[in-house]
């Protein structure tokens, strides 16, 4: 009960059982019958009586992407993508989203942020983050989690706040990605075909990075993958809804490797927050993770990771020119029963947009 005069605290206290809390603004929690709460309720000097309520932990989400490619049954038997190194190569990654900022490593920017504080990777479009989340965000009760949780995200930013850049700083990123070492490059990216951008790949993978591009949202539509994900050494991603269906955006072609959830997918996102989002820019990093939690399990090699990623694949019943060589199951990657494979509670979160 609140108080504005120091007769209600002493009515207060004369009428409890036992005083619980006793605050600076002039408020106190007793414990009181219901007799003595009406009484108090009416005196001049007590601002309000109100029943103490119960609050909750507001816990961690699991986003239907996660839970359909049973990647938590993973992380129950406690394989996480540990220590490996994924490139998000994008418009950056949020440095201190609460999700994220644990798993975060090294980072370099080809573009100029428009974020006034923060280092120079720093995302300021929201995309990169939203695919850093999707890969790799941690599990600490809070949020959301990834399909790995404990890999090392590097922010590589080539695009810039309105999500745009040029295919020379794309391709410098991945150049970039490759002489650091790093295992996976994530690349939700699209545009036209280019050298500059195809030598880039062939760069990285014989650098032995696994490549793991979206493969474009020109859909409905037959034999349209962008690039990179048309370029062999790169692992293209077509998009599912929560149906099992090919989602009606999700470019479609010989190149597509690999189906992975793409549609109302939940994650992390700019400003330390979260977002629905669609695209199979939302499905590449479900891939990007897997190949993280394939790499932790003793794949040594790119085509290692890739013999694994499509080796236990789920049918849907879609055609190889929409899902390849079929649905990502992390769960079956790894050896480990999926048990219940069915589609989890979906989290919505806030607005939708569709990603590239």
Known sequence: MGYDRPGGARAARNRASSVVHEFAFDTLTIEADPNAARGLRRRGDVRYVERDGEM??????????????????AHANGDTGDGVDV????????H?????ADNLGDGKAFVTTSELSGPAWEDDNGHGTHCAGTANAVDDGEGVIGVSTTAVLHAVKV???LGSGSTSDVAKGIEYTADRGWAVASLSVGGGASSTLQEACEYAADRGVTLVAAAGNDGPCTDCVGYSAAYPECIAVS???????????????????IAAPGADVYSTYDGD?????????????HVSGAAAQAVADGASSRSEVRDALKTNTEDLGLGENESGAGFLDVAAMLGHDSGDDGTGERNDGGGSGLLG
């Open 96 to 100: 201190d989203h609460p999700d994220l």
């Open 159 to 161: 695009l810039g706040a």
């Open 56 to 73: 909750e932990a507001l816990g961690e989400s699991v986003p239907w992407g996660i839970d359909r490619t049973d990647a938590e049954v």
């Open 273 to 285: 927050s979260y977002e629905t989002l669609s695209g199979t820019s939302t499905a590449c990093p």
């Open 87 to 94: 490139a998000i190569v994008d418009t950056g990654v949020d």
């Open 239 to 257: 998009a599912t809804n929560d149906d099992d269906r090919l989602a009606d955006f999700s470019s479609t072609g010989p190149e597509v490797g």
